[in-house]
């Protein structure tokens, strides 16, 4: 079954990220790290292997709360 975080990426796409771009196009250089990696505009779940959101991350709120003491 796939996450929210992960069937939101499309959404977040077409919904956030290409009106963004039609305001303001996106710069030639990418961003990276210090070491020279180049960073993705949006990160999820997906992008890591083995990684099970649920039982890695979950929402907050809930268990193994990971987001902060607060629900």
């Given at each position: 079954?796939?996450?929210?975080?992960?069937?939101?990426?499309?959404?977040?796409?077409?919904?956030?990220?290409?009106?963004?771009?039609?305001?303001?196009?996106?710069?030639?250089?990418?961003?990276?790290?210090?070491?020279?990696?180049v960073i993705d505009?949006l990160y999820a779940?997906?992008?890591?292997?083995?990684?099970?959101?649920?039982?890695?991350?979950?929402?907050?709120g809930g268990f193994?709360?990971?987001?902060?003491?607060?629900?």
């Amino acid at each position: 079954m796939k996450t929210t975080a992960e069937t939101d990426k499309p959404r977040w796409e077409r919904e956030v990220l290409e009106p963004a771009l039609k305001r303001a196009p996106e710069r030639d250089t990418p961003f990276t790290t210090i070491s020279g990696r180049v960073i993705d505009r949006l990160y999820a779940p997906d992008d890591l292997p083995g990684f099970d959101y649920a039982r890695d991350l979950n929402d907050p709120g809930g268990f193994p709360y990971t987001r902060g003491i607060h629900p």
